[in-house]
């Protein structure tokens, strides 16, 4: 998990570029590339939770095939959404990590030879659970964990009631496409994570996602909500330059887990997820209703060439953002 | 400029609202309304700075006659953006605050009974000048100031060179309309101030702006660069649950004071000046290339609505902000 000098070249370009990596090729170490391709799976989730991790290892493998060197699977892909309600026994579908789940996903990065970002629910220890991103390598190994900082409660989103909010803080790691950040889910209404995340050099920001429409609202709040959510993303990516993927699941769901549903109306999950560039320009968009396999390509030129033109991370003025860690200034 | 208990009714509603308001009353304090209007003044400049001031007056006049309640001008309003070049005579357009122009605006916030945010080329001392925005109440009194906290230095927007950076820090002040805050353009970009000032009790952030395109840049990049600014300050919005008004200038201009014009291609000022609601709705925005006072509606009930729906400041990771005050975590 460390950071090692010699792995982080991308962003900082000399006139000699060519030289340096003659010199760390020699030397025995991997440069990573100045472009890269990123699979978004956009999937729907069945009651079975077999099912739906075979289901995404499958999608890996697709996605490798496409030539994606990332790979990121939405929010616990596992299962339906449980979260739209409190039940003890749920807790049975949390797994440590390392675990037979992240065996499966490690062998499937490597197989693919992908990077892999896969959200999962931990079990830390009993009564302790997180909500987690866990990131592998291109070669299995797995790199670190994100433990989702900014845990909802809402009806039909009841994760304060299964996840302790994380103590890992944000991370960005390196990997054999560079450095990485992710964030889950509703950290992508927080500009202080992602602004955390990119500030320690992550060229990219992912967040695997499960949101959705309740039926009730859809009518009136629908495209607001959206759009909202599509918003506030792409301005992360703007605030910080750097590209951001979002990995949302689709279908109608009641929290169907191996025959057992939630009461409730259930959740429409929206999926659009998406792909921007580091000026907030939308360069790939799934549909509202169907699955798919998004990819789009991360441009190391193109990212430092917006932030020479737009230098806002120049221009902050960190004298003044201490306050910021107040619940309010009152 | 304290901020009395007394005076921080909107947005903490009870079921006795009645009841404190009619003590408050009797006791001869004033609550800020439940609703009302702003109007944003998109002006265009001219060569002579006192035809501008003139202008700003007038329309003042006009959007107090039109029920506003607060009006905002765009940044620097009583010159062509003079920026566009670096030359130490234009110095001299600065004012010391409080003088002659903050008279006359103070003189027309009272006369049209408006909350007034009006951005001005502050005179601090001898060789220290800053980008000043000035809060008046709708007394005429003046209720504070906010100097530029973000100070931009790219072709053609030269402001290092004319403008210290800010050392007040963010501020919410307390006017007849209840707390507002404001920012001027080049924050516009920076999540963290929009997050401090909302923190302070902000209803809605102003954004008094001079942001236009290059003649050359615009064919390519003219959709992205505008789209880009409008996503983030929506973004603001929603983040804190606060409306934004942005209030930009219009026209083509060659920075030109008194017939003496900058070097270079000079800059078309997009406009596009907006007003969106908490949820980031844009419920009003202006032409790219007319004059025009857009009026918009402040109401705090939908507000607190709002933030009940999507309590972000329920869910901040106070714990974990700190390390934003880093240039760069490496």
Redesign the interface.
Known sequence: MG?PAENREPGTRTENTELVAAILISEGIRLPPEKFRVALVQMSCGPEPEQNLQKALERIADAAGRGAQVVCLPELFQTQYFCQREDHSLFDLAEPIPGPTTEKLSAAARRGGVVLIASLFEKRAPGLYHNTAAIFDADGSLRGLYRK????D?PLYYEKFYFT?GDL??RALDTSVGRVGTLVC?DQ?????A??TA???ANILFYPTAIGWHPAEKAEFGV?QH??WR??Q???A??NGVYVAVVNRVGFETGNVRGKSAPGAGLEFWGASFFCDP???VLAEASHDREEILVGEVDLKALEDIRR?????R????????????????
């Open positions: 950071h900082m900014h845990i909802p809402d909010p803080g944000y509703w209404w927080f500009p202080e994570g602004r955390l500030l320690q050099g607001a759009d909202a918003t506030i792409r301005a992360h703007i605030a000026f907030g320009r033109n737009w230098p806002f991370l221009d902050r003025r960190i004298d003044s953002y201490v306050p910021i860690a107040s619940r309010l200034i009152d």
